[in-house]
């Protein structure tokens, strides 16, 4: 099977900045490469994330780390603004995501696994999957202009490929060194990979391009699954 994306809008929802490039970066180039529209919606400040070496204002370095990441990829940047931790599954945080799908209009949106390991992640997950729906339901916030019809919706792989079954793999071997660099972007996250309860993130996202890549039979690949429910699929 391969994939076409270039009549797309393809649009990830991450909890935090640099979760795009661990994840689905490589997808997005391809499908910028396509002639798509991408665009990166960060859903939390990543104000909680702090280094040994407390860092003054970081969740405007976080943003100004997002935005450069998201130049070299040639995505649009969106933010959610909540803090670290706090992000839930309410009406208020439903109405800000079902208002940015209804800004940028996504025909595919990326999500994070139901079951990741970061409560952040989970909580971005069951938002984006309401938002789908509701986005292009004209009875919800008549005031702005309802999608044509629901994105598809597909699920990321998690970090470390815990507990995640892939559906399908995305070849993401020419756009590899592309995650490094817009990885490289968030300066004060790499700055945490001697911290306790933190990890090499370079190390780790090398790692799992090359495994997923090695199940799929090139160098490097991304893990996907479609959210299979009624509508959130389509036929390629």
Known sequence: MRLDF????????????????????????????DGAA?????????????????????ADIRRDEAA????LLGAELLTGEFPDGELADTTDSRQKVIAIYRQFRPTVVLAHAPTDYHPDHRAASALTEAASWFCASGGYLPQQAALASQPELWFMDTIN?????????????????????????????LARWEDRDF????????????????QAGVSAAEAFRIHAAWKRARAW
Request: hydrophobic residues 40%.
């Open 68 to 71: 450069a990441a998201a130049k």
């Open 161 to 189: 490929m815990s507990g995640f079954e892939p559906g399908f793999f995305v070849d993401v071997t020419e756009f590899a060194e592309l995650k490094h660099q817009m990885l490289r972007c968030h300066k004060s996250q």
């Open 38 to 58: 991408i665009a990166v919606c960060v859903m939390c400040k990543g104000d909680k994330g702090q280094p040994t070496k407390r860092i003054e204002n970081l």
């Open 6 to 33: 270039s009549s797309e809008r393809v649009l990830a929802v991450v909890a935090h900045p640099d979760d795009a490039e661990l994840l689905c970066a490589g997808t997005l180039a391809r499908a910028k490469r």
């Open 199 to 214: 990890s090499p993130l370079e190390e780790i996202m090398k790692a799992q391009y090359s495994a997923r890549g090695g």
